[in-house]
């Protein structure tokens, strides 16, 4: 075997070992179960515009580098964007657990990496790892949670109200008053349910109001008690 042979060898031990570690389900195992897990993880690579997950995945997919776009499509194909997901961010569970999702889709924003846990793998670790079907129920619940959030965004009759309930949730969530929003502006019109163009000119008129503060991608609530008054 050659050094080049090995390096490699120990290089994806690393990568895998690395994905295992930044998964939040995954925080209560010690190191030793946490490399019997990167022994089960297979590396995936993708470029800006492919797309990682559709309705035929049956694998968990954990986001080890750059960001995706996870969505749905209506009944008449118009996409509603659910979340971005970052790296340690991780999707695929319901299908493992039988439940079907035909209308979603991840895309990737950027170029990154994933590991991938097929579904039989990840059935077993459940089974041997009990802490792990604790987490998972957990972070599904915050996913669950996460949903409710947006629906109630899009439940506002007003582009402004939305805004407002999206960014007051942030400064909430964060408790501090900058910020920096967790996606671009153009997935943010898609998750709030109205246009980049729109949601440019609310921007523009809440800080024009002196309640927000926004530079590029990075937003300061100046008067959170007014801004919340807006709701």
């Known amino acids: 075997m050659t050094q080049e042979t090995i390096f490699h060898i120990h290089e994806k031990a690393h990568q895998n070992h690395t994905c295992a570690e930044i998964v ?4 209560n195992l010690d190191q030793t179960q946490l490399l019997k897990i990167s022994e089960l993880i297979h590396h995936q690579s993708f470029q800006k515009g492919n797309m990682v997950i559709d309705p035929e995945t049956q694998e968990l997919i954990i986001l080890n580098q750059g960001h995706l776009k996870l969505y749905q499509l209506s009944n008449t194909g118009k996409e509603q964007l ?13 299908i493992l657990f039988g439940a079907r999702t035909p209308d979603a889709y991840a895309e990737a924003l950027t170029d990154g990496t994933a590991c991938v846990i097929y579904k039989q793998d990840f059935q077993a670790l459940l089974l041997k790892y009990p802490a792990i079907s ?7 619940a915050e996913k669950l949670a996460a949903l409710e959030r947006q629906t109630s965004y899009l439940s506002a009759d007003s582009i402004e109200q939305r805004l407002v309930s999206y960014l007051m949730d942030l400064y909430e969530t964060q408790q ?9 502006l ?5 998750y709030i349910g109205t246009t980049p163009e729109t949601l440019s000119r609310t ?17 300061t609530i100046l008067a959170p008690d007014q801004l919340a008054a807006q709701l």
Do not use: W, Y
């Not at 153009?186 to 898609?190: C, F, P, Q, R, S």
């Not at 921007?203 to 937003?219: C, M, T, V, W, Y």
């Open 176 to 184: 501090q008053a900058q910020f920096v929003l967790p996606m671009k």
């Open 186 to 190: 153009k997935e943010l019109a898609t």
């Open 24 to 27: 939040p389900i995954f925080s």
């Open 82 to 94: 659910l979340r971005v997901l970052g790296p340690g961010d991780f999707e695929g569970e319901k």
């Open 134 to 140: 604790l987490k998972l129920l957990q972070e599904s």
């Open 203 to 219: 921007f523009k008129a809440l800080s024009q109001a002196n309640l927000i503060q926004k530079d590029r991608r990075k937003i």
